[in-house]
């Protein structure tokens, strides 16, 4: 079957399925503090036939994400069945979460029998203190290390940490993050901060750049470029001594838009082509009026062929996207 291909020739291989738009934390740059989803999440065995038919169609990895993925019930159960499926060149799907890592301590061997292949954790401060600021949780820093740790050992490996720096909040922990992701044998992934937060705060002067990060970094120690895939997110750097490994990821002031392999199906069953699509395709609402596989391939393709060439942050022409992080799935 023809690979998935946008109108720009751009192979999409990585699929993400937000499995609910709830979430036990309420990380400042992200959610404004309220309680509630603001969707109805979908009957698992409906996420189980979207990647199926994802996967037919030559999608090689999937991450489940939300919201907070490990709030939903029966997670382990399609992780599992995931695990079954054959992407189209017959070869099993690369199965990933991303996590704020709060429940990961029990949950992560169940996960790796289950067919997991890798876990990446959200976390903003390695300082308790503030790490309750961001998250707006007490008590929310030894869960997730005791996650990361409990991940490592069931051999979700490498583990990733995801970090938001935002000016004036945790610019400092930049140096704190390299220092633990030598101890603790993680790889670190600073992201940029983008324009996707419910609360509109967003401005070019709150974001850390790529350039800023690498510069703080090396003052700490010297760090070398790892030559990576023109399709990976990420910059990688190692430090020199050979310890420890970090990446940027840098959307606003390095875009890598030419290169994106990704689509993103939310908690409610809608296709979006990028997090900054100003609307969404209602795979479920196909699904509801009895779809056939082959239908549902038939508007996938169509829906992925009309991809955006690329996001427009910081441009005047900027539109916000119709959805926050939280209710797409990060
Ligand atoms: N609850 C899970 C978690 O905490 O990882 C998964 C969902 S969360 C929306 C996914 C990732 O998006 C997290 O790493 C989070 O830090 C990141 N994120 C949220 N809002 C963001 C923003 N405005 N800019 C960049 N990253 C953001």
Not at 216 to 242: C, K, N, Q
Not at 265 to 279: A, Y
Not at 294 to 319: Q, S, T, W, Y
Request: aromatic share 6%; proline share 5%; charged share 30%.
């Amino acid at each position: 079957m023809a690979a998935l291909l946008d109108k720009f020739g751009r192979p999409i291989t990585d699929l993400r399925i937000a499995i609910t738009d709830h979430c036990n934390y309420k990380c400042v740059y992200c959610r404004t503090g309220n309680e509630g989803a603001l969707y109805r999440d979908l009957p698992i065995a409906d996420y189980l036939r979207m990647a199926g038919v994802f996967a037919a169609l030559g999608i090689k990895k999937v991450r489940l994400t939300g919201g907070e993925p490990l709030l939903r019930k029966g997670i382990v159960e399609l992780v599992r069945d995931l695990a079954k499926l054959r992407s189209a060149d017959g070869e099993p799907l690369e199965l990933a979460i991303t996590t704020n890592g709060h429940l990961l301590a029990e949950m992560a061997q169940p996960l790796k029998d289950a067919g997991l292949d890798r876990v990446t954790v959200s976390m903003d401060a390695v300082d308790r203190d503030r790490f309750a600021r961001i998250t707006r949780v007490p008590n929310g820093y030894d869960n997730v290390l005791a996650g990361i740790r409990a991940a490592k050992r069931a051999g979700l490996e490498p583990v990733k940490v995801n970090c938001v720096l935002l000016r004036g909040f945790n610019e400092d922990q930049i140096i704190p993050f390299g220092k633990f992701a030598r101890e603790e044998g993680v790889v670190l992934r600073f992201i940029e901060f983008m324009p996707l937060e419910e609360d509109r705060v967003w401005s070019p002067d709150v974001v850390v750049t790529l350039d800023e990060i690498l510069e703080r970094m090396s003052e700490y120690l010297p760090l070398v470029e790892i030559p990576h895939a023109r399709s990976e997110t990420s910059r990688r750097y190692r430090f020199e001594d050979g310890l420890g490994e970090i990446g940027i990821i840098a959307p606003v002031s390095h875009p890598f838009c030419g290169h994106c392999s990704r689509i993103r199906v939310t908690s409610d069953g809608k296709i979006r082509t990028c997090l900054f699509s100003v609307w969404d395709h209602d795979l479920h609402a196909q699904m509801r009026r009895g779809a056939t596989d082959a239908e549902l391939e038939a508007f996938i393709r169509e829906v992925v062929l009309h991809k955006e060439e690329r996001h427009h942050i910081g441009e005047p022409d900027f539109i916000p996207a119709s959805r926050t992080m939280v209710h797409i799935g990060g």
